[in-house]
Each structure stands twice: as C-alpha cells, then as structure tokens.
C-alpha cells in the first residue's frame, strides 16, 4: 500500500511559470513531510521540509503549502526555469525513523 | 554540512561475483544509515536499515543473506552484494542520520551507486 500518493506523475511547464505538485498521506502520525529534487545518476537532495504546525513555509522560489485536516501537502515552484527541470520526490516520515517516499514528478521546464 | 559519499560511483560486476559499496558521512556521525534501491523511473525502496555496531533490520521482501549490511563506525555502512545477478542491477542510495541530534530529523542522502551485473 502507498503510504504518499504523489501527482502528477510528469510535469511540463513554461520557463517563467508556476510548478505544482501534490502528494497526500492517510497516516495521521506523520509529523514530517520533506521534498527532494533528484537529478539523473545522482541521489536525492533536500529542497524544503515542513512540519504539520504550520500551513506554508517558503524558501526562495520553493514553497511547501501543507493542509493538514485534508492530509494533503504541495511544492510549488515559482518562476521555474531549466535547471529546476529534475524528479522531484515527496515523502512523509514519523520522527525521521522511518521515510515514505511518493512515487516521484518528472518535471520538464521549457525555456 | 551533512555530506554522505558513497563509493564507487558505479560498477560492473560479472554474474556471480560478489560487490561491496561503502556508505560514509563525511562531517557528521551517523547512528544510523539507511540502504535504497530505485529502478529508472521509479521510486526509492527501503532495502534496509542499519544501526552503529548492530545487526541491520530488513525490509520484508529484502533477502539479508544476500544484500550484507556492516555499520561497523558511526561514519561508514557497506552493502555487499553476493552473488549477484542481472536483475540485481540497479541504483543504490545509502542515506544517514545522526538520531542522538536534537533539531532537525533529515536523512542525508549519498549520490548512489550504479550496479550492473553482466
């Protein structure tokens, strides 16, 4: 069973535009909820975390929107541009013990 | 800070033969270290989850005879493959965490190792 449901599974966008992607949960118990960018060949890096006390944490053009009474969380990418083009992975974790990663966006931004 | 290696990078390794990837966080201690295993396009898989100078913990459907996990320092894990096979090929991400920390509870993830068994 998925513990983190992750859409889309690809993304196109604009350079210049707005890159949205969600994920939900079921397990009520997650109280950390990060995102990683993954470049090909390369492991997953951290871009933002949040933690379900707070509805929207911000960092550069990186922006986690978290509802937690829906169970839902959200990256958005504002002004995306080529470089941002990677897989980008939510996951959810209790404590950091144990992590559940979504099943991945591939996003492309076309200049 | 928080930076893992992992090496080597990426190996060959004839069917049959055995393969050792070593995991090391470089400016911290790590209590714990954590295996994956991703296929192209898909997702990170929980192989396994190791503990300074403790017998790992595998995820079910992991064969631990099979994938060897050493956490033998607070800084170093290695993952041995033995006697791999083709289907054995695949991404290899180790990952660690420093659990005595207070604050932040992120796992650093290393730059993965790419197996093939030919």
């Known amino acids: 069973q998925q513990q983190v449901k992750q859409s889309p599974q690809s993304l196109i966008v604009q350079k210049g535009g707005i890159s949205i992607i969600n994920c939900a949960y079921e397990n009520t118990a997650f109280d950390y909820f990060p995102w990683y960018q993954q470049f090909p060949g390369k492991g997953p890096a951290l871009l933002i975390a949040i933690r379900p006390d707070v509805s929207e944490k911000k960092e550069g053009r990186f922006t986690i929107s978290f509802n937690k009474s829906a169970k839902q969380f959200s990256l958005h990418i504002m002004d995306s541009q080529p470089g941002d083009s990677a897989t980008y992975f939510c996951a959810a974790s209790i404590s950091g013990n144990q992590f559940y990663f979504g099943t991945g966006t591939s996003l492309t931004v076309i200049p | 800070g928080a930076v893992v290696s992992q090496h080597p990078s990426w190996v060959i390794c004839k069917s049959g033969t055995s393969v050792k990837i070593e995991c090391r966080s470089l400016d911290f201690q790590a209590t714990t270290m954590f295996w994956y295993r991703q296929f192209p396009k898909q997702s990170l898989m929980l192989m396994a989850t190791?503990?300074?100078?403790?017998?790992?913990?595998?995820e079910q459907g992991v064969e631990k005879d099979k994938f060897l996990i050493n956490h033998a320092s607070l800084t170093l894990s290695t993952l041995t493959v033995t006697s791999a096979h083709p289907e054995d090929s695949s991404f290899y991400i180790c990952?660690?965490?420093?659990?005595?920390?207070?604050?932040?509870?992120?796992?650093?993830f290393g730059p993965g190792t790419r197996l093939t068994v030919t």
């Open positions: 190791s503990n300074e100078g403790s017998k790992a913990t595998y």
């Open positions: 990952s660690a965490r420093d659990f005595r920390r207070q604050g932040p509870v992120e796992q650093y």
